[in-house]
């Protein structure tokens, strides 16, 4: 094999593009790296070394090389086979080759041989390629780099910016070595920048950029002198027109503003540099590559969303100047009739559409990421005078530009009145004469009705809706679908009363194109508006149901192009949401023809048909509850094969190429047995998609699933507990898997009770995910897969069978969870002594500021599902608990509230005590009560949300009495002052806690209320509450019973408060997150109960939509 002719014939071969030839050498490759590593690697090295050989057969030596010396499985990592001294001749023939090659691209094949050589003889916790045994690294390596990189010495310019580049490349290697030579390495940056080949100052430029991204900040903090010089290196590698090396410099500025974008801090607070720089790039429309101009854009985003708050507080301006650039970018759109032929004939979902006016989108990401992240408040003012100048002018591209602002935007926007300014700019241009213009305008008009709901429809519906319909007829079909899907949007959120005096109109013109449209992207919005009528109006759709069903099936049996498997899916879609529209009588007949085309359907890999097919099915299930069963004889054979991770066996493949392979559709792992298997990327998605079937299927047919529980838990139980790495690369499906199995526990209790059983089945699976999964966590320390088994131990426990678990078990688990939270702290205060370490010897201007992220998220997630499933534990067994458990979490309680970082998990635990124990966690109440009421003042809505919650939970327990008043005054404060932001989403859950804490003091302890604390009319005020949909539903249901009971407390004197209440449960009434089935019908039998002369004297308070809900309540059966 060291025979130089062999050699070259192997590799001759390994490239062979005869079948037969080109595996014979694989084999006799792979025969060689197992049984003679030395031979081969020495072989190669020859063939790298001689340049009479052909220079192809040379570079794909070194990739094998490459390929040899880098880490891997035993069977790969053939270096690692070599004895010492073979390795250390390898080593430093290697720095030798490098040193005297010639050929620059042989070089730099060298160079990255030696990068990953490095990687691999410095790795401290894998002894395999150390080149001598006991000691780890490279010492003559670092050396000679410095020695070749110093280009005071070196006067070959080609060999010294290949050793910078060497340099930044085995930077992360010898990361502690490197940080302890800080004169050398000085030198060789100062050398390199300075240096007059503007490519050795690139080198310089990208090595600045790899020791900032990799060594500690106490290390790195004095290259920011070097940033001026940097911002340089960059204005001259443009003014050369080397544009390969401007993209490298940008890729680098890049991720060093994701990784550590303080080291630009100082340089922006003197100059705007390189910001100012990097917006002339991205505004230079002549001269440059798009992806220099794509790739300046995208640093000026990641810097706003990486330092947003110290932006809007030290740096204002920066914000605007990358408003300017989002916009000149959105002007780059192509001109011409036949670019306005091409994109009017292109499919949304066609290849090359994301490719077509790229500056234009990538304009149109980055305003949407920029005022995300500095909010609308820093950049409003901005925003809106660019908006308004672009606008204003007669170049289409301009209006395009601003109605795409309008779009990305208006999500953010938190002022009614800047909505409807937006409205108006939208529907003037909704008539324009270009395409492209009528096109933005109905998608931000979709955007806004999604953004803005339901402020938006209730206001605007009367406008908008016929402007849309007037759409659906555009003369151009991109336009028409368009308006559409605009429609689907407004549509979703519309009230029903409203939504069903529009349906004839809109159903007449929908099925009009559904019949005579022959453009797909009509056709799939006409299916999805048909779906938003059907959806909103509900059982009213039967009108129309007769005519439609038939269409979609024909749709489903005819659209079988290559091109038409969305259409398809679409249309599957629509049928199962006009089965929950009508109802399962009408539906049933229907629904067995649809499974039955879903089971006819060929999925192969068409993973968005395969989606659509799982979300119908889900909603048909969904519709059909228990009268579902029929079909799972044919259905899960297919869940449980998707349980299944199979792969093929991973052969060598071609050994030439497979390193430098980019295709992400397999990815190779191994497999219980050993062996390596390729499995495809897809398939990972497709077992997610199958636990969340199984997960479907119990919540809606209960114990009507009884008689697949067992099957499904064998199916379910390799996801769960094997540590394979298969396995281990479904965390997602895992996690997934643990929820589905606390769902077999709760069908299993209901079919034991529905089928007269003791609850034996549901106490097997609780125990076996004891023992097979909780068990195996006793040595975790990976704080999301803890998080996961917690979490779905928690919903076991709270689905399991009251006393289901003995005392012991319930003491020996809270022992394990107790444990497992504790050590949650101890990882998290070495993480945080870690940080505190790398940062103590930075500036000040890198110390932390307004952005520092907090790394604490994952152990704070963990630490609360370990403390959920101590509410599990309480709900099983709660008198066990009280008087086993409860003294322990009495020394938490008293430790956490001491902690300002572990108060939050200290309210939790407060939280399920009481909502589990009632009075019998009383005793904790003299630590607990008094730290939740001062908890309510704390600005951190997060403290806030439990505190309110607890004061909610204890409020119907008469020993509450006592807290009552000083409960009631805080809450009071609370309600009584500021409105949280729109975007708030933590202060407007914490808000909605307080209203339903209030409601529930003033209806049980009202005897308490001080005389100056208005209870009710703060209640009132604050109705209906939307964004804690959970508290939102047992408000609303509260309010029912109240006025049923006529608590004259809610009504108020002389019913003043009745008509708000009553506007609040009109509102309510249909809305998914405000109300629910049963809600639905306490709400409209209250209703019908009152005297239609009261509710007249209400109807002042009504608007027009509560108007028509309450006449639709009325006039229904």
Not at 65 to 78: C, Y
Not at 557 to 572: I, M, P, Q, V, Y
Not at 584 to 594: G, H, I, M, N, V
Not at 1083 to 1097: A, H, M, S
Request: aromatic residues 6%; glycine residues 6%.
């Amino acid at each position: 094999m060291a025979n130089a002719s062999e050699m070259v014939q192997l590799l001759t071969a390994l490239s062979s593009g005869q079948n037969q030839e080109r595996q014979q050498a694989e084999k006799m490759f792979q025969t060689a790296k197992a049984g003679n590593p030395d031979s081969l690697i020495l072989g190669l090295m020859a063939i790298i070394s001689d340049e009479s050989v052909d220079e192809a057969l040379r570079r794909q030596a070194a990739v094998l090389l490459r390929q040899l010396v880098t880490k891997g499985s035993d069977k790969d990592f053939a270096f690692a086979k070599l004895q010492p001294n073979v390795k250390q001749e390898i080593a430093a023939e290697l720095l030798r080759r490098f040193e005297s090659m010639t050929n620059q691209k042989m070089q730099q094949k060298v160079g990255d041989i030696i990068s990953k050589l490095a990687e691999s003889v410095c790795d401290q916790d894998d002894q395999r390629g150390w080149l001598a045994p006991g000691q780890c690294g490279w010492p003559t390596l670092l050396q000679a780099i410095f020695r070749l990189a110093d280009c005071t010495q070196n006067t070959n310019t080609v060999l010294c910016e290949a050793s910078i580049r060497l340099l930044k490349d085995v930077v992360d290697a010898f990361k502690t070595e490197i940080s302890a030579a800080q004169a050398q390495l000085g030198g060789v940056v100062q050398n390199s920048l300075q240096h007059q080949d503007v490519k050795i100052r690139c080198a310089g430029f990208v090595l600045v950029c790899e020791l900032v991204g990799i060594l500690d900040k106490k290390v790195w903090a004095p290259l920011t002198v070097t940033g001026p010089v940097l911002t340089q290196v960059l204005v001259q590698l443009c003014q050369a027109n080397l544009q390969e090396e401007v993209q490298e410099c940008l890729q680098q500025y890049l991720e060093i503003a994701s990784v550590e974008p303080d080291f630009f801090k100082h340089q922006l607070l003197q100059s705007m540099e390189p910001a100012k720089t990097l917006a002339t790039l991205v505004k230079t429309k002549t001269g440059l590559e798009e992806g220099i101009r794509n790739m300046a854009m995208e640093w000026l985003t990641v810097y706003c969303e990486k330092k947003p708050k110290w932006l809007a507080k030290s740096l204002p301006a920066f914000a605007g100047l990358a408003l300017e650039c989002c916009m000149d970018l959105m002007l780059e759109v192509e001109d011409g009739p036949d670019a306005l032929k091409e994109w009017a004939e292109r499919m949304d979902d066609e290849e090359g559409e994301e490719d077509q006016d790229e500056l234009y989108h990538n304009g149109e990401e980055a305003i949407d990421r920029i005022v995300e992240a500095i909010g609308m408040e820093a950049v409003g003012t901005a925003l809106f005078q660019l908006v308004g100048h672009f606008s204003s002018q007669d170049k289409w591209q301009a209006k395009l530009a601003a109605l795409t602002a309008v779009k990305q935007t208006v999500e953010y926007v938190e002022d009614h009145s800047h909505v409807g300014e937006m409205a108006k700019l939208l529907l003037a241009h909704m008539d324009h004469p270009h395409p492209r213009v009528r096109c933005t305008a109905a998608h931000a008009m979709g955007q806004l009705a999604n953004d803005q709901a339901p402020h938006f429809q209730d206001a605007w519906h009367s406008t908008v809706m016929p402007k849309l319909l007037q759409l659906f007829d555009d003369s151009v079909d991109r336009v028409a679908s368009m308006s559409m899907s605009a429609f689907v949007s407004f549509g979703e959120e519309l009230d029903n009363a409203l939504m069903a005096e529009y349906a004839p109109t809109f159903m007449g013109k929908l099925v009009s194109r559904l019949q005579s449209s022959k453009h797909r992207m009509v056709l799939e919005e006409s299916i999805t508006s048909i779906a938003v009528i059907a959806g909103v109006i509900g059982k009213d759709f039967s009108l129309y149901y007769d005519v439609i069903m038939p269409l979609l099936k024909q749709l489903v049996l005819n659209a079988k192009g290559e091109k038409e498997s969305r259409l398809r899916g679409k249309a599957f879609e629509c049928l199962s949401l006009l089965g929950l529209a009508v109802g399962k009588e009408k539906f049933l007949p229907d629904a067995k023809d649809a499974i039955g085309l879903m089971l006819r359907t060929d999925l192969g890999t068409d993973e968005l048909l395969r989606e659509y097919i799982k979300e119908a099915s889900e909603r048909i299930c969904k519709c059909l509850k228990n009268d579902f069963a029929q079909f799972l004889p044919h259905l899960m054979p297919s869940v449980f094969k998707s349980l299944k991770l199979e792969g093929e066996e991973a052969g060598a493949g071609n050994v030439a190429t497979r390193a430098d392979d980019d295709d992400n559709e397999y990815v190779e792992i191994t497999g219980a047995d050993g062996k390596l298997v390729k499995v495809r990327t897809s398939k990972f998605e497709e077992l997610v998609s199958a636990v969340q079937l199984i997960i479907t299927y119990c919540d809606e047919m209960g114990g009507s699933f009884f008689d697949w529980i067992q099957s499904t838990a064998q199916a379910l139980l390799p996801l769960m507990a094997s540590t394979d790495e298969a396995m281990l690369l479904c965390d997602e499906a895992r996690s997934a898997a643990y929820i589905a199995w606390s769902k077999l526990i709760k069908c299993a209790r209901t079919g034991a009770l529905e089928r007269n059983q003791p609850p034996t089945l549901a106490n097997e699976l609780l125990r076996t995910f004891l023992q097979r999964v909780v068990v195996t966590v006793q040595s975790e320390t990976d704080p999301d897969t803890l998080k996961d088994v917690g979490n779905g131990l928690s919903e076991c426990l709270k689905n399991a069978e009251p006393g289901s678990l003995g005392g012991q078990e319930v003491g020996q688990l809270a022992e394990q969870l107790f444990k497992l939270i504790d050590e949650s702290f101890i990882r998290e205060a070495a993480e945080q002594k870690s940080a505190l370490e790398d940062k103590a010897s930075a500036p000040a201007e890198l110390q932390a500021d307004e952005d520092e992220e907090d790394d604490e998220e994952s152990e704070n997630q963990c630490r609360q599902c370990m403390e959920e499933a101590l509410g599990g534990l309480m709900q099983v067994a709660p008198e066990y608990f009280a008087t086993s458990v409860l003294p322990e979490c009495a020394k938490r309680l008293q430790a956490w509230l001491g902690s300002k970082q572990h108060r939050i998990l200290a309210f939790f635990l407060g939280c399920d005590l009481i909502l589990h124990l009632k009075e019998l966690s009383q005793p904790v109440w003299q630590v607990l009560i008094p730290a939740v009421l001062q908890g309510l003042g704390d600005e951190d809505a997060d403290v806030r949300t439990p505190c309110a919650y607890a004061l909610g939970l204890a409020a119907p327990l008469p020993s509450f009495a006592q807290a009552a008043p000083d409960a009631f005054r805080k809450l009071g404060a609370l309600l009584g002052g500021p409105v949280p932001k729109k975007r708030d989403d933590s202060g407007k859950i914490a808000m909605d806690n307080c209203v339903s804490a209030m409601l529930l003091l003033a209806r049980h302890q009202h005897a308490a209320c001080p005389q100056d604390v208005p209870a009710w009319q703060l209640v009132v005020n604050k109705l209906p509450i939307r964004d804690d949909e959970d508290e939102a539903k047992k408000v609303h249901k509260a309010l029912v019973e109240l006025l049923t009971e006529q608590n004259a407390g809610l009504i108020g004197p002389n019913n003043a408060h009745l008509g708000k209440v009553l506007s609040a449960l009109a509102e309510a009434y249909k809305q998914e997150g405000l109300s629910n089935d049963e809600l639905d019908i306490e709400i409209q039998n209250l209703f019908k109960r009152f005297p239609v002369q009261i509710l007249e004297t209400c109807a002042q308070v009504f608007s027009e939509k509560q108007q028509k809900k309450i006449q639709k309540m009325l006039t229904m059966a």
